[in-house]
């Protein structure tokens, strides 16, 4: 018995190690291979973005928040005199670090011209339970991994979350690292027809951009109905989710954060920043409304310490109460169409400040008639 | 749980520490402790059904204690019929209430009437066709007196539940597994090793083999009205592959787990696809079940003592009632009745028995005419599986229709291509070790390859593995 156990302990090491070791040899040596792990959604949103790249000199990323809240087509009309013409990169589920993976491959592109890239801040909440997503796996590597160890340890994080998110990212790592799904990769995620006709939609009319109550509109895919009218209805039900949201987020700005340095993730930030600037791009970090509870307590305290020419804040709710109403909430964590109308008036004026640019207000027929705009377009699409 | 699930990584690791150092000493309490792990890896799917489990074991444990007290044929008759009632009935609720509702408003349509019926939203407990015959095996062969019965029911539970064959078995005899339970165990360095290497490759199966075919077997039975007919020939193959792969790799998982804790559960696939003919491959496919059908019901029937007639109607039954076994869907049924079909030639020409032993034996090829055989009862088998895997009789002859007519000898989709290598290597690591109860038994092979095997399997399992997908024999 003792020996028995004696030689799987040994061997079980020698394997982890040697695996290991050939695991990190691969994946050094491995084409890049982002079309074939990213979400089929974003790979046809990238690739029509950089086949068109000398026309857009503006981009967002992000996550739904990004994808479903920003209108490209309104935020142009809004910032046309400064030349602006804009896509959205954003996808459901994209967060650090794969925005931040987004971010870099569009700096070494040589075919896309920006100028600028607002990018949605968002926790480093990088596996969630997907650790053995291709995506994420994708983007996991020993630089990474030490630095999501580093960030948790100096965030301002309670000590039971710190865990849960050690473990993940451990989980994630070892899990590469030990060459579990490395065959994966090297096939691309299928293509569902639902996902192909979103992104022939969003790559003609929208520009990237898919309110949810839109693709409601226009999904024949029956359980996307009636996940969305779920939400829909789950927001209805409740509307005291919005209220309290709103009292969290009036709360961060007097709220003293333990552990606030976040030097780790700021540094980070900052070193994305000096790399875009080398490239003549201007990175602008945006704090989105509606974050959760666990998102706004880790990510505020590093949009506090960023610079006031680097930011944007659209998650007061006295300034801007339009992103927390009933009537302009599709779910309780995004934006219907009208709603994402005024999100993208609210996002260029804040950009424009930026800029140096000067805003001309948006009139209430402006955001109605791009509602009614985005309308047609999706019904013509259709 | 799932055998290729990071939950039993952790509980295999933890019952197996415990049950050699905490509760080897103690029969009684190692039993208990056998049936409260066994409890907790079956309840992970679903708890509710624990209590199924449970009733199941305790009608016929009390019914074998009650068989034993009794020699009144008319009572032993009796007390059969009852545990039989409960079984069957319990299995024919959860399995087959539907179909036979369905069926039944079917048939009514058909003579231009309908019929107002109410399906009900049944859940079918994992694994309950292999623990109701298990139990039902237990209480033929107590009334038979082939068998005592157990007077010690923390035992019997661990038999009917003992984790590693519980859901997809094998399907264990209580002549075999029982006694085993009384015994106390020493732990056998070997035995403990050889289980090691058939659980890797049971895994290897499952995970490489059988995961990989059925992307691409998903993929064609989707789309097989559009796609050529060698591709569908691809896929009839590759699905052969898949349901071998995954079945027989939960069959080695299962007894190579057992091994682990000094227990010998019986062979259930011996390399049926290097069978010369049909008779042969059902000698070597789901072999607990085939033979539990044989004891069961073919020789109570009669067997082959009969006549001509019998041996065909005998045969045919218990194809039919197997195919039915695997689902109450008319596709398993249409399956099973194709299977009695191959088989009947052989049975009335006398030659069912003729292909006895391991092919090419001490040869290292076979010849021309075993290969020959070998391919012909390989293509037959593969337009069965055609009907297993489709959804309804009309798809399977649908499918059949366009992979002989529609563009049969077309190039067929690249990216199977890529497959077939990996395919072909399974099939003559197989084909060397034939001989072998499993495939992965390396014997006296010098330290350095052996381990390097080990160490290339266990990497090509963590390459493929990625998505826990079920066994497919899970349903059944």
């Given at each position: 018995?003792?020996?028995?156990?004696?030689?799987?302990?040994?061997?079980?090491?020698?394997?982890?190690?040697?695996?290991?070791?050939?695991?990190?040899?691969?994946?050094?040596?491995?084409?890049?291979?982002?079309?074939?792990?990213?979400?089929?959604?974003?790979?046809?949103?990238?690739?029509?973005?950089?086949?068109?790249?000398?026309?857009?000199?503006?981009?967002?990323?992000?996550?739904?928040?990004?994808?479903?809240?920003?209108?490209?087509?309104?935020?142009?009309?809004?910032?046309?005199?400064?030349?602006?013409?804009?896509?959205?990169?954003?996808?459901?589920?994209?967060?650090?670090?794969?925005t931040y993976?987004?971010?870099?491959?569009?700096?070494?592109?040589?075919s896309?011209?920006?100028?600028?890239?607002?990018?949605?801040?968002?926790?480093?909440?990088?596996?969630?339970?997907?650790?053995?997503?291709?995506?994420?796996?994708?983007?996991?590597?020993?630089?990474?991994?030490?630095?999501?160890?580093?960030?948790?340890?100096?965030s301002?994080?309670?000590?039971?979350?710190k865990?849960f998110?050690?473990?993940?990212?451990?989980?994630?790592?070892?899990?590469?690292?030990?060459?579990?799904g490395?065959?994966?990769?090297?096939?691309?995620?299928?293509?569902?027809?639902?996902v192909?006709?979103?992104?022939?939609?969003?790559?003609?009319?929208?520009?990237?951009?898919?309110?949810?109550?839109?693709?409601?509109?226009?999904t024949?895919?029956?359980?996307?109905?009636?996940?969305?009218?779920?939400?829909?209805?789950?927001?209805?039900?409740?509307t005291s989710?919005?209220?309290?949201?709103?009292?969290?987020?009036?709360?961060?700005?007097?709220?003293?954060?333990?552990?606030?340095?976040?030097?780790?993730?700021?540094?980070?930030?900052?070193?994305?920043?000096?790399?875009?600037?080398?490239?003549n791009?201007?990175?602008?970090?945006?704090?989105?409304?509606?974050?959760?509870?666990?998102?706004?307590?880790?990510?505020?305290?590093?949009?506090?310490?960023?610079?006031?020419?680097?930011?944007?804040?659209?998650?007061?709710?006295k300034?801007?109460?339009?992103?927390?109403?009933?009537?302009?909430?599709?779910?309780?964590n995004h934006?219907?169409?009208?709603?994402?109308?005024?999100?993208?008036?609210?996002?260029?004026?804040?950009?424009?400040?930026?800029?140096?640019?000067?805003?001309?207000?948006?009139?209430?027929?402006?955001?109605?008639?791009?509602?009614?705009?985005?309308?047609?377009?999706?019904?013509?699409?259709? | 749980m799932?055998?290729?699930?990071?939950?039993?990584?952790?509980?295999?690791p933890?019952?197996?520490?415990?049950?050699?150092?905490?509760?080897?000493?103690?029969?009684?309490?190692?039993?208990?402790?056998?049936?409260?792990?066994?409890?907790?890896?079956?309840?992970?799917?679903?708890?509710?059904?624990?209590?199924?489990?449970?009733?199941?074991?305790?009608?016929?444990?009390?019914?074998?204690?009650?068989?034993?007290?009794?020699?009144?044929?008319?009572?032993?008759?009796?007390?059969?019929?009852?545990?039989?009632?409960?079984n069957?009935?319990?299995?024919?609720?959860?399995?087959?209430?539907?179909?036979?509702?369905?069926?039944?408003?079917?048939?009514?349509?058909?003579?231009?009437?309908?019929?107002?019926?109410?399906?009900?939203?049944?859940?079918?407990?994992?694994?309950?066709?292999?623990?109701?015959?298990?139990?039902?095996?237990?209480?033929?062969?107590?009334?038979?007196k082939?068998?005592?019965p157990?007077?010690?029911?923390?035992?019997?539970?661990?038999?009917?539940?003992?984790?590693?064959?519980?859901?997809?078995?094998?399907?264990?005899?209580?002549?075999?597994?029982l006694?085993?339970?009384?015994?106390?165990?020493?732990?056998?360095?070997?035995?403990?090793h050889?289980?090691?290497?058939?659980?890797?490759?049971?895994?290897?199966?499952?995970?490489?083999?059988?995961?990989?075919?059925?992307?691409?077997?998903?993929?064609?039975?989707?789309?097989?009205?559009?796609?050529?007919?060698?591709?569908?020939?691809?896929?009839g193959?590759?699905?052969?592959?898949?349901?071998?792969?995954?079945?027989?790799?939960?069959?080695?998982?299962?007894?190579?787990?057992?091994?682990?804790?000094?227990?010998?559960?019986?062979r259930?696939?011996?390399?049926?696809?290097?069978?010369?003919?049909?008779a042969?491959?059902?000698?070597?496919?789901?072999?607990?079940?085939?033979?539990?059908?044989?004891?069961?019901?073919?020789?109570?029937?009669?067997?082959?003592?009969?006549?001509?007639?019998?041996?065909?109607?005998?045969?045919?039954?218990?194809?039919?009632?197997?195919?039915?076994?695997?689902g109450?869907?008319?596709?398993?049924?249409?399956?099973?009745?194709?299977?009695?079909?191959?088989?009947?030639?052989?049975?009335l020409?006398?030659?069912?028995?003729?292909?006895i032993?391991?092919?090419?034996?001490?040869?290292?090829?076979?010849?021309?005419?075993?290969?020959?055989?070998?391919?012909?009862?390989?293509?037959?088998?593969?337009?069965?599986?055609?009907?297993?895997?489709?959804?309804?009789?009309?798809?399977?002859?649908?499918?059949?229709?366009?992979?002989?007519?529609?563009?049969?000898?077309?190039?067929?989709?690249?990216?199977?291509?890529?497959?077939?290598?990996?395919?072909?290597?399974?099939?003559?690591?197989?084909?060397?070790?034939?001989?072998?109860?499993?495939?992965?038994?390396?014997?006296?092979?010098?330290?350095?390859?052996?381990?390097?095997?080990?160490?290339?399997?266990?990497?090509?399992?963590?390459?493929?593995?990625g998505?826990?997908?079920?066994?497919?024999?899970?349903?059944?």
């Amino acid at each position: 018995m003792k020996k028995f156990l004696q030689k799987i302990i040994i061997y079980s090491t020698i394997y982890f190690i040697s695996a290991f070791a050939i695991t990190t040899v691969v994946y050094h040596y491995l084409p890049d291979n982002y079309d074939l792990v990213e979400d089929p959604y974003l790979i046809s949103k990238l690739n029509y973005f950089t086949a068109h790249g000398n026309e857009y000199n503006t981009v967002f990323i992000g996550s739904s928040l990004t994808m479903r809240h920003i209108n490209p087509v309104l935020f142009d009309s809004l910032t046309t005199t400064y030349g602006i013409n804009s896509y959205n990169l954003g996808l459901p589920g994209m967060r650090p670090f794969r925005t931040y993976d987004l971010v870099n491959r569009l700096l070494n592109n040589k075919s896309v011209q920006l100028q600028y890239i607002l990018l949605e801040l968002n926790q480093l909440d990088l596996i969630q339970s997907n650790y053995n997503n291709k995506s994420i796996m994708y983007s996991m590597d020993h630089e990474k991994f030490l630095f999501s160890i580093r960030s948790t340890f100096d965030s301002n994080l309670a000590w039971i979350k710190k865990c849960f998110y050690l473990f993940q990212y451990l989980r994630a790592y070892l899990y590469k690292y030990s060459g579990f799904g490395l065959f994966h990769l090297l096939h691309p995620l299928p293509i569902s027809d639902e996902v192909t006709k979103a992104n022939v939609l969003m790559q003609e009319h929208t520009e990237g951009f898919y309110a949810k109550d839109f693709e409601l509109r226009n999904t024949t895919n029956d359980n996307i109905k009636e996940g969305y009218l779920a939400e829909n209805m789950e927001l209805l039900e409740d509307t005291s989710v919005i209220s309290k949201n709103i009292e969290l987020q009036i709360s961060k700005y007097g709220q003293k954060y333990l552990h606030e340095k976040q030097s780790i993730y700021l540094e980070f930030l900052g070193n994305l920043r000096s790399k875009s600037k080398k490239k003549n791009v201007e990175i602008i970090f945006v704090l989105p409304p509606r974050l959760s509870e666990t998102a706004t307590n880790s990510i505020y305290p590093v949009y506090k310490k960023l610079d006031i020419n680097q930011k944007i804040d659209l998650s007061d709710p006295k300034k801007f109460p339009e992103f927390y109403t009933v009537q302009n909430s599709f779910d309780i964590n995004h934006l219907n169409s009208k709603g994402s109308n005024f999100y993208t008036s609210y996002l260029a004026q804040q950009f424009l400040r930026i800029i140096g640019g000067k805003y001309k207000k948006a009139s209430k027929n402006t955001i109605d008639q791009s509602i009614t705009s985005n309308s047609v377009t999706l019904v013509k699409a259709q | 749980m799932l055998f290729n699930s990071i939950e039993f990584a952790i509980f295999l690791p933890t019952v197996f520490i415990l049950y050699w150092f905490v509760f080897k000493e103690n029969i009684k309490n190692r039993n208990f402790f056998l049936v409260a792990v066994s409890y907790i890896f079956y309840g992970w799917w679903d708890w509710r059904f624990l209590s199924l489990i449970f009733f199941s074991s305790l009608v016929d444990y009390t019914i074998g204690v009650r068989l034993n007290k009794t020699d009144g044929p008319n009572h032993r008759k009796v007390l059969l019929i009852l545990s039989l009632v409960v079984n069957l009935g319990l299995l024919g609720f959860f399995k087959y209430y539907n179909f036979f509702v369905d069926s039944f408003a079917d048939a009514f349509t058909l003579f231009g009437s309908s019929l107002e019926t109410r399906s009900l939203n049944i859940v079918l407990p994992v694994g309950i066709s292999f623990y109701t015959f298990q139990t039902l095996s237990y209480t033929i062969d107590v009334y038979r007196k082939q068998l005592k019965p157990t007077h010690d029911f923390i035992a019997f539970l661990a038999f009917v539940s003992f984790f590693p064959q519980l859901v997809a078995g094998p399907i264990e005899r209580a002549t075999n597994l029982l006694p085993q339970f009384f015994t106390k165990k020493v732990f056998n360095y070997q035995l403990a090793h050889d289980g090691i290497g058939q659980i890797i490759w049971g895994l290897f199966k499952k995970v490489v083999i059988a995961d990989t075919a059925a992307t691409f077997v998903n993929d064609i039975f989707a789309n097989y009205e559009t796609l050529p007919g060698s591709t569908l020939f691809l896929g009839g193959v590759l699905f052969a592959f898949q349901i071998y792969g995954d079945f027989s790799g939960y069959s080695d998982i299962a007894i190579g787990t057992a091994k682990l804790f000094g227990f010998s559960l019986m062979r259930n696939f011996a390399y049926p696809y290097f069978s010369r003919d049909i008779a042969e491959f059902w000698r070597r496919w789901h072999i607990s079940l085939s033979t539990w059908f044989r004891d069961y019901v073919y020789i109570p029937l009669g067997g082959s003592r009969g006549g001509k007639w019998m041996k065909v109607r005998n045969t045919m039954t218990i194809f039919i009632v197997s195919g039915f076994w695997h689902g109450a869907n008319w596709t398993f049924l249409f399956w099973g009745f194709l299977n009695g079909l191959y088989f009947l030639p052989l049975l009335l020409a006398g030659k069912n028995r003729k292909n006895i032993g391991n092919v090419s034996n001490g040869r290292s090829l076979p010849s021309i005419i075993e290969f020959l055989q070998i391919l012909f009862t390989f293509f037959i088998t593969v337009i069965a599986w055609i009907f297993f895997r489709a959804e309804n009789i009309g798809q399977a002859f649908t499918y059949l229709n366009r992979m002989f007519f529609i563009r049969p000898l077309s190039q067929p989709d690249s990216e199977i291509l890529l497959f077939l290598p990996l395919l072909l290597i399974f099939i003559v690591i197989e084909w060397i070790q034939r001989n072998k109860e499993h495939a992965f038994r390396l014997g006296n092979l010098h330290p350095v390859p052996k381990y390097s095997a080990y160490f290339l399997i266990i990497f090509l399992i963590s390459g493929f593995s990625g998505s826990q997908n079920e066994f497919i024999y899970f349903q059944f």
